[in-house]
T-cell receptor
Framework: DAGITQSPRYKITETGRQVTLMCHQT?????MFWYRQDLGHGLRLIYY???????DKGEVPDGYVVSRSKTENFPLTLESATRSQTSVYFC?????????????FGDGTRLSIL | GEDVEQSLFLSVREGDSSVINCTYT??????LYWYKQEPGAGLQLLTY?????DMKQDQRLTVLLNKKDKHLSLRIADTQTGDSAIYFC???????????FGGGTRLMVKP
């Protein structure tokens, strides 16, 4: 049971570069989410997706792009990375809407932007 | 907007009970969750409670919900060193019923 996997686990890049974080789930969950975790802020929602080809903004979407061409994958792209995007990024999925179903998290990607 | 508050740190002795507290502001919350995060790992769902309940017990875990005061607590009985982690409460409510997380409480268990 693979569950939800994120790659890479660690990434170092430079400002201005494009970087894509991958998220893959094997449960066929409808909903997928991207969060960032920063000291003093807990987890904040970046983007979410209710189904393939349906995405919507969360609390902190600026500077990020997502896509969901297949149910099992939900990549997050930083088109031109900035130092303020240094963070730990978590992907999550749930069977149904957040109000009805718990979310299950991947192990995170630690991203450093120099 | 919604706000979820937790104390930053809790230290207990092995074998004692731990109580982690959480307050929230959104009275329309449907579910309230407790997640555990160990170093270098993602968030693991521990337990959750529906807003029409006031208590839920699951082995060593007891969740208490006071809707009037918008207060949620997680009690861990017979705390073990393996319980050392960061604990997050989260509630669903507001626009789109998205999860809003507290800042996390770091639990340290001393042998």
């Amino acid at each position: 049971d693979a569950g939800i996997t994120q790659s890479p686990r660690y990434k170092i890049t430079e400002t201005g570069r494009q970087v894509t974080l991958m998220c893959h789930q094997t449960w066929s969950h409808s909903y997928m989410f991207w969060y960032r975790q920063d000291l003093g802020h807990g987890l904040r929602l970046i983007y979410y997706s209710a189904a393939a080809d349906i995405t919507d903004k969360g609390e902190v979407p600026d500077g990020y792009v997502v896509s969901r061409s297949k149910t099992e994958n939900f990549p997050l792209t930083l088109e031109s990375a900035t130092r303020s995007q240094t963070s730990v990024y978590f992907c999550a999925s749930s069977k149904g809407p957040p109000g009805n179903q718990p979310q299950h998290f991947g192990d995170g990607t630690r991203l450093s932007i120099l | 907007g919604e706000d979820v508050e937790q104390s930053l740190f809790l230290s207990v002795r092995e074998g004692d009970s731990s109580v982690i507290n959480c307050t929230y502001t959104d009275s329309s919350s449907t579910y309230l969750y407790w997640y555990k995060q160990e170093p270098g790992a993602g968030l693991q769902l521990l337990t959750y409670i529906f807003s029409n309940m006031d208590m839920k017990q699951d082995q060593r875990l007891t969740v208490l919900l006071n809707k009037k005061d918008k207060h949620l607590s997680l009690r861990i009985a017979d705390t073990q060193t393996g319980d050392s982690a960061i604990y997050f409460c989260a509630e669903t409510g507001g626009a789109g019923n998205m999860l809003t997380f507290g800042g996390g409480t770091r639990l340290m268990v001393k042998p």
